[in-house]
Structure formats: structure tokens, C-alpha cells
């Protein structure tokens, strides 16, 4: 059960998202479940576009929202494997996959999250997730190699 | 003088018996050190070159230790039929034995016996402690007194323990004897409500809930999924012969062991979302919560459960293996929140101790593993004790308490406590500690000030703060839209 808290601040998260640029993006409420969730889709600097799922947990904002690429799926590799096969990779800056098999984007850890990250910074570094990927794919190297790491930026 | 003499033969018999009853007799011992040898001589006789045996020297006999508390309780039987049955733990082979109702621990050797009032013992194979009137004073801890007042002394009369050749039989009147030792600074009878919610209990939670049940604290609330593993040993209170419990039931009865009268109740639990309710529930009948884990994110969500309910909290940590250490108090509403101090001080925040595989399993990635790298219990425990008596600060907080002559010590939000200048961190350069009279060094307390955030998403205002900064009135948002 969702407390006013919960609901006002999910309502504002929202109104940020469209203030700032980040209007491709918008949370929902699902009233059939009542649960909540956010996506929307982000298109890299090349013009490919990928969808982005993020289920709110019922502790958030204290509990960090995963982030999930739903399409392309599966997201590949270089190489040609699948990138949800890696599970938590610091290489790859990717959590425990969705068990539909879309890739989690390591925007914070656990250790690093906390209730004053708006989602419009994860939405941000989603988008920084996906230059990075698109480099790994014209060049093999890790996304490692092109971002940093979260300790040092969270 | 020989031992052949039957004069002297007599009286070493007789000091013997003396030194056993611990009173004063006819003859004394004394070891003469031209003869090498141990001779009884007149109680006031003078001997040169020798030594005085006191009963400490001679203290060879073991000791039979009786609940006063059971006895009263028994009082009713025993006064009606001469006898009750009861048993020890018997240690160290027989040299101690301790009543059965003292003993959280029992022994591995079980010694049964009665305890007898005006009757003769019944079966010869038990230990009969056989209760005689007596005019001792209350305060000789040989002395037990009965429900009508009369004092009564113990005696042993069959069936002698192993390897001892008399027992001295003494009451232990827990709760007052313990209660003694605590009253002239601490206010038991306060201390003795108090409920203290301890969640996490590593080297540092284990050592906070012990120090307070030594303290008198009453009433425990004990939270933690773990179990004691053998690795565990070296710095947790709980030792080996524990391994393999779950550390909310080691603790416990570590708890009873110094506290017997304690109300101990235990979860084994781990604090995260799925258990937040069960949690909350604690939070709201806890005078004082202490959070002894090692993560960012089971401490953000008690501290967001804490600042719901109104309820102080400890938050206390050692740094990467333990070269320092941190606690923060919340007061909530009226001084910095754990959320205020993570985005305040966010490397502060994240130095942590990496002293088990889950810990390190949180932040490390399947190809960057992160190495376990504990403290020494040397360098956790000197933050578990200042976490403690800040934990006995806020418990006394409300009435007349010796404490509170430290209030004006204890204001900050935050302390600090290095047990060495780390190589890489921004105390690496800190000066020695004999060369420095005013400026910040190892083992000392710092007490440091932060503000309070108005806008935290926990404590203060956040949604109310980000409406206003985007010109938006919160009680009139937009619905979001019916997703799929």
C-alpha cells in the first residue's frame, strides 16, 4: 500500500521528467494493481531507439527502482552473446537481469542509492549507459573503458 | 615437632578446620621456612622464619551456588515437606556447582541433589544442602533469608562434589547483587523499563546490547538474519562452542548471562523491505534504536522507519577495516536524519567495513570481486562503547541521571574516531598523536555539527521543495496517466 508520500512524490517525479527535457519519459499508475512504474524511450546520438522499463518498488523511494531495456531484446554484444548472460558485470555496469531476460542498467547500487536521487537522474544516466553501449558495439571494448565508475560519480 | 606428634596432628586438625569454616580457631597453620615444611602452632604464637596460611591460601574447597530467588519460591514446599529436589551445572570437575535455574549455559555434567529444611537427606547418592538457622548478616552472601525473615545458612552433608573436600555453600540474591554494583551512577530502576531495539548484531551490535544489559537495561528487541560462523569468533562476543546459531539467540543469552532478570525477544530477520513492516512494528515500542549493519540500504530504510515513528536512533560503523569509525544520532525532526547525512556527507557515508562475503557481495560485480577485509575487534569496539553510552544518554534522557552531565559533551549529531592515519584517505596526514595538543588526531572523540537537510525526502520537506522549485502546488499535480 502506497502511502500520500509515496503517491505526491511519484506525481512530482513526473512533473520533472516533463520539465526537464526528459518528456520521452512519464510515470504511470497502474490502477488495476495499483502499482507504478516508468518508461518511455531513449534515442541515442545514432538514431536508435530503446525502450526503457522501470517498475517502482512499494519501499520507494528508499528502495532503489530497477532499470530495465526492454526492446531491443535480446541486447547483444559485441561479439554477438547476450549481454543479460554477463549478470552483474562491472565491464558491462549491469545488475541481476529481468527474469523476461531484458538487461538491467547499473544506474546505482544498493550501497550507493539513497531517497534524494529523482528519477530523472536515472533516466540520465540510462541515456549515458546507452553512448557507452553504442561504443562498445563500434569498438569491443568494455563500457567500463567509457564510463565511469558508479563509486566515482554517485 | 613432628607430624607423628598427636599433639601437633591435633592441632593441624583443628586449623584446618578453622581455615574451612573461614573463623578464627585455637592453633593456626604457618609454613616454617627453616623446616620446609607446614606446622600448626597457638593461634598467637609468634614464629620467625615463617609464613601465615590464610583461608585464601588454603582455598582448595568448592563452592555450591543456590538460587535465593528459587529458594523463596519454594519456600512454601519446602517448610511443608523438609525437602526439594534440585540441580547443578556441575564445572570444572566439581569444583563449582551452580544451580540449574542460575544457569543460561548449563554444563555438560548434571549433579542432582535436594535441599533440605528440618530433615535428614533421602537417597545418599544426591548432594544434600542442608539449610541451618543462623544469626549472619543479610548482606554475607552465605546467608539466605526466608520469606518470614529468618536467616539461614548452608551446609553440605553428603555426597561431596569431585575434588573438593568441603563446599562452601552461598546464595546468590541476583537481581539486588547486580543492581548494587550499578546504582551509585546509573539509575536502575529507569534503565530496567527500557526497551532497546539492536538491529544488526556483528562485533559492534553484539558488544552495544551487551554493554547495555550490563548497564541494566531491561527489555531487548534483537534483529539479524545471520548465523555465528567460525570466522565470526575472533571478534564477536559469542565464542566457538556458539557456531552455527543465529546470532540473535547467541546474543540473547549473552544478554541473560550478565542480565537474567532481561526481556529478550528475537527476530531472525533481515532488515530490508520485504520484513519493513515486522520492523516497523519493533521501531514503534523502542526507546532507543540501535543499528549496528554494515549497508547503505538497511540503514536508510530504519532510518526511514525511525523518523516515522518518532523514535531516536543510533547509527554506528566502522570504516574499511576498521581504521576508524562513525555514529550518528537521530533525534528525529530535530537533528540531521541518516538521509540528511548520506547526502551531506556522502564519502563519509559509503566508507564502510567489508567484514563478511555479504557484505562484499552487495558491492561487488561478478568480474570485480571485492575482497572481505575486516577489523580488528580492538579497533570496532572502542565505537561500540561510545555507541553504547550515547545509547544510555538517550535512555536517561527524561529524568535526573549523573549521566546528563555529559549532554553538554555529547550535543553533535556525528562522531568520529580514527584508529589510525589510513594511507589514502584524507586523514592520512593527520599528526602524530604526541605532537599534537590542538589539532585533530587518532583515538579521540570528535564531535561534529551538520544541519538538518529541510528539504530530505525523509525528514524534511522534499516534494514540497520540488514543487516550489518547479512552481507546482503538490495538493493539486496533475493524476499520472493508467499505464497498460
Redesign the interface.
Known amino acids: 500500500m502506497w502511502s500520500s508520500e509515496q503517491r505526491s512524490r511519484l506525481a512530482v517525479e513526473h512533473q520533472i521528467l516533463q520539465r526537464e527535457g526528459f518528456s520521452q519519459f512519464s510515470v504511470y499508475h497502474h490502477s488495476a494493481d495499483d502499482t507504478y512504474y516508468a518508461s518511455g524511450v531513449a534515442t541515442s546520438n545514432s538514431g536508435s531507439m530503446y525502450s526503457l522499463y522501470m517498475p517502482i518498488p512499494s519501499g520507494f523511494p528508499t528502495a532503489r527502482p530497477p532499470l530495465y531495456i526492454t526492446k531491443p531484446s535480446p541486447l547483444l554484444r559485441a561479439d554477438g552473446s547476450r549481454i543479460s548472460d554477463s549478470g552483474v558485470s562491472h565491464a558491462m555496469h549491469t545488475l541481476s537481469p529481468h527474469e523476461n531476460g531484458w538487461v538491467q542498467i547499473c544506474h546505482w547500487r544498493d550501497a550507493r542509492w539513497h531517497a534524494g536521487i529523482v528519477l530523472q537522474k536515472v533516466f540520465l544516466k540510462a541515456h549515458v549507459w546507452i553512448e557507452a553501449y553504442e561504443q562498445h558495439l563500434a569498438t569491443g571494448h568494455s563500457l567500463a573503458d567509457f564510463v565511469r565508475t558508479m563509486a566515482d560519480v554517485a | 615437632m613432628t607430624t607423628s606428634d598427636p599433639n601437633q596432628r591435633q592441632l593441624i586438625r583443628e586449623a584446618m578446620q578453622a581455615i574451612a569454616t573461614r573463623k578464627p580457631g585455637r592453633s593456626k597453620l604457618v609454613y616454617d621456612k627453616t623446616k620446609r615444611t607446614i606446622v600448626a602452632v597457638a593461634e598467637g604464637a609468634q614464629i620467625a622464619q615463617a609464613l601465615n596460611i590464610t583461608a585464601d591460601d588454603a582455598d582448595m574447597f568448592g563452592v555450591l551456588t543456590l538460587s535465593s530467588e528459587w529458594i523463596q519460591e519454594q519456600w512454601p514446599a519446602l517448610t511443608r515437606d523438609g525437602v526439594v529436589p534440585l540441580s547443578f551445572s556441575s564445572w570444572d570437575d566439581g569444583d563449582a556447582l551452580t544451580q540449574s535455574e542460575l544457569c543460561v549455559h548449563a554444563s555438560a555434567s548434571v549433579v542432582y541433589g535436594e535441599l533440605l529444611l528440618d530433615a535428614q537427606p533421602t537417597q545418599p547418592q544426591l548432594v544434600a544442602i542442608i539449610l541451618e538457622k543462623t544469626d549472619g548478616t543479610t548482606s554475607d552472601q552465605g546467608v539466605f533469608v526466608s520469606p518470614d525473615g529468618a536467616t539461614y545458612r548452608g551446609r553440605v552433608q553428603s555426597a561431596q562434589p569431585q575434588g573438593a573436600s568441603k563446599t562452601d555453600v552461598v546464595f546468590a540474591d541476583v537481581e539486588p547483587q547486580l543492581a548494587l554494583r550499578r546504582s551509585s551512577i546509573l539509575e536502575t530502576t529507569i534503565l530496567k523499563n527500557k526497551t532497546a531495539l539492536c538491529v544488526g548484531l556483528g562485533t559492534g551490535g553484539a558488544h552495544v546490547a551487551l554493554e547495555l544489559a550490563k548497564c541494566g537495561v531491561g527489555r531487548f528487541l534483537l534483529v539479524d538474519c545471520d548465523r555465528l560462523s567460525v570466522g565470526n569468533v575472533v571478534r564477536h562476543p559469542g565464542g566457538i562452542s556458539q557456531v552455527g546459531r543465529a546470532k540473535v539467540n547467541v546474543v540473547r543469552d549473552l544478554i541473560m548471562e550478565k542480565n537474567p532478570k532481561a526481556h529478550v525477544e528475537v527476530r531472525a530477520i533481515a532488515l530490508d ?1 520485504d520484513n ?1 513492516d515486522a520492523i516497523a512494528n519493533l521501531v514503534v515500542v523502542a526507546d532507543i534504536v540501535i543499528c549496528g549493519t554494515d ?3 538497511s540503514k ?2 530504519l532510518n ?1 522507519l525511525c523518523v516515522a515513528a518518532n523514535a531516536p536512533a543510533l547509527y554506528g560503523g566502522a570504516f574499511r577495516r576498521a581504521y576508524g569509525g562513525q555514529i550518528l544520532r537521530v533525534r528525529p525532526k530535530h537533528s540531521p536524519c541518516h ?1 540528511c547525512f ?2 551531506t556527507m ?1 564519502d563519509e557515508a ?1 566508507d ?1 567495513e567489508v567484514s563478511s562475503e555479504t557484505d562484499a557481495g ?7 570481486p571485492v575482497a572481505v577485509e575486516p577489523g580488528l575487534s580492538l579497533d570496532v569496539l572502542p565505537i561500540a562503547n561510545m555507541l553504547a553510552k550515547l545509547a544510555l544518554l538517550e535512555l536517561v534522557a527524561d529524568s535526573s541521571s549523573t549521566l546528563n552531565t555529559l549532554r553538554g559533551d555529547f550535543d553533535a549529531p556525528w562522531y568520529l574516531w580514527l584508529n589510525r592515519p589510513e594511507p589514502g584517505t584524507q586523514y592520512a596526514d593527520w599528526p602524530p598523536l604526541s605532537e599534537s595538543s590542538d589539532e585533530m588526531t587518532i583515538h579521540r572523540w570528535y564531535g561534529i555539527y551538520f544541519d538538518r537537510d529541510d528539504a ?3 525528514c524534511g520537506d ?2 514540497g521543495s ?2 516550489a522549485h ?1 512552481g ?1 502546488d ?1 495538493a493539486q ?8
Do not use: K, M, T
Open positions: 523491505q519493513r549497508n547503505r540500504q536508510l530504510l526511514e538521509q548520506v547526502a556522502p559509503s564502510v552487495e558491492i561487488a560485480y561478478s568480474d570485480r530530505c525526502p525523509v522534499f516534494v520540488l514543487a518547479y507546482l503538490p499535480l496533475p493524476s499520472l496517466e493508467d499505464g497498460e
